[in-house]
């Protein structure tokens, strides 16, 4: 299996994306395409002892996307970034999967002008896998798609279901709608629509949908799948993130108001380490785009090395697992009318 | 001052509800009048050992209004119950402000329908404070109102800033939209049409928009404000709790493991107790309705006494703090065009 990354993507590139990605190769065994300038990536590679890797390749593109590219036209704009190159060789089949931690935006749109949607998928969804003690949550749209139809929102259920079976290893995984409520009666227009569609796939047995879910279930363990439009997605992401960080701050305060504190935390060290493990995001992996015909992975802007082996690890197991055929062999259930003409 | 307690709403309702008014009488000064069944009510009274006191006032309603009854037609078709006598009550200028732990959408509608909306006010907002270690932001709307107009929402950012301001004692609260990017070109339609229009009064000097806020900026404290309609504003709040819920269980857990953890926790129990108290709704009170007439509040339905007297408390400063005034003296500036027929 081959695995491409976008070695100049993201806040500690490229040392922390090549870094990574060479412990990736030593840890699962798989080769690695490097994509970036050319000179700096090599730098990198001798620092960590690899340029005579034989499993690891670097490939030169000599632009970069940048935050301050328009991510609807970067990839098209900067055709020779590492971000494009990237997609494009994941495209011709020259790797199995891409990875890159730069611009969110540029990536997606990327993905889906360059891989292409599965046919039949409206629109691809990032899916983070949100730590919840357990197998994990995925959340599925977190902010790609701010805008929905109910026919999305299905396809996400459908997705979502199969990235949590046959990724996390979830038995008949739980589907939920993201709502304000947990009545069936409640929520917008759009979340109507969705449940009844949704309802309707459960009723049929094609995935195990459980209703409406509400923000408290994140973590509650009684879902295993949330479906959002990406507006709210977002918000559900976003703020989980928010009062995490407050928490784990004011923990930490607390911790260290006098020498009786200092010793109760020295006492539960490990133990808080074992916290913030549970809570991290860089074990998880990076974000999956799901719809598209080729695995493509978001990681963390700020993804350190850590999180760039985890990324790796994503894509070999998007790229074994299936997904991508459940979804192809099962579109007929997920398209309510005949694709209009392409966009 | 005189408040208006509906004496039977709430999971602990009476006995929580008496306490609670019993506590704030004594603590606050203020007369207290307990709508409910008298004789359960009096009984609760005398285990207070408040039968005699002379500011605490019980007047009969044999209904009450469950969670089974409809929160549209629930106040209309039991005109007996604790809750639509006691907004009755408060709109007939027997008290100054009424609160209730019962159903919130019947005592959304019931003080809609019966104390009436401030003119101009397009709909009340939910305005729950969540704690933040500083003076607290305020939410709105977190659940009242699914479906919004850009212009509910501007008036959302007016009626939240003088709550901010009045209540809380923010010095120009700082009013942002709840969004899921931070940049000016975010978000759904609505949204984008809602940032114009508060960018507007913020330009014009009338309130301090400081543009889109995510939901990592709740607890940031960037923001004093947060504007959102009530299907995402709810997303946001259950999200918090839920959030907060499984970190401390998880801290629990950690900290009951071993010997030396529960020594650990030993020594930081003092400190733990302020981070729990920190993030107790409790010691915040209810969740104002705001853009109705007189203060209605709005208490937790699983509040026990301490919740109720904090309730009481907000209600003392809404009614002397001058909200509604200040929404009435403002209204032509947040009204977009002359309104409608009434519903």
């Known amino acids: 299996m081959k695995i491409i990354l ?45 340029q005579d890797n034989p499993h690891i390749r670097v490939v030169n593109a000599d632009e970069v996307i940048d935050m301050h590219d328009d991510p ?34 540029a990536l997606l749109t990327g993905a889906t002008l360059l891989v292409k949607r599965i046919r039949g998928i409206r629109r691809a969804a990032m899916a983070p896998v949100m730590p919840n003690g357990g197998k994990g949550v995925v959340l599925i749209d977190c902010g790609a798609n701010v805008e929905c ?38 929520g917008t227009p759009l979340c109507k629509e969705a449940y009844a569609l949704l309802k309707s796939a459960g009723e049929a047995g094609r995935l195990n949908f459980i209703g409406n879910v509400e923000g408290t279930d994140v ?30 701050k004011n923990l930490k305060g607390m911790m260290m108001k006098s020498v009786k504190t200092k010793l109760g935390a020295l006492l539960l060290k490990d133990d808080l380490k074992g916290l913030k493990k549970l809570l ?54 997920m398209v309510l009318r005949e694709e209009p003409d392409k966009e």
């Open 72 to 105: 609807a036209h970067a990839v098209r704009r900067k055709k020779n970034s590492s971000m494009a190159v990237a997609l494009q060789m994941l495209k011709d089949g020259e790797g199995d999967a891409a990875i890159s931690a730069g611009s969110t935006g």
């Open 280 to 333: 991290d995001v860089s074990e998880v992996g990076g974000t999956a785009f799901i719809g598209i015909t080729k695995p493509v992975i978001k990681a963390h802007g700020s993804s350190n090395a850590r999180a760039i082996r985890s990324a790796v690890k994503q894509a070999i197991d998007f790229t074994n697992m299936g997904v991508i055929e459940d979804i192809e062999r099962n579109i007929e259930h």
């Open 6 to 50: 976008d070695a100049m993507g993201g806040d500690n590139a490229p040392q922390a994306i090549v870094q990574g990605a060479v412990d990736a190769q030593s840890e699962f065994g798989v080769d690695i395409i490097l994509v970036g300038r050319e000179s700096e990536v090599n730098a990198c590679l001798v620092q960590c002892k690899a």
């Open 149 to 186: 139809t109910a026919e999305y929102l299905l396809q996400f259920g459908f997705m979502g279901s199969y990235y949590s079976h046959n990724i996390l290893g979830c038995d008949n995984p739980r589907v939920g709608l993201l709502n304000n409520g947990s009545e069936d009666s409640k």
């Open 219 to 248: 973590f509650s363990g009684k879902v295993d799948v949330i479906v959002a439009d990406g507006y709210s997605g977002n918000i559900l992401l976003k703020t989980v993130e928010g009062t995490v960080k407050f928490l784990m």
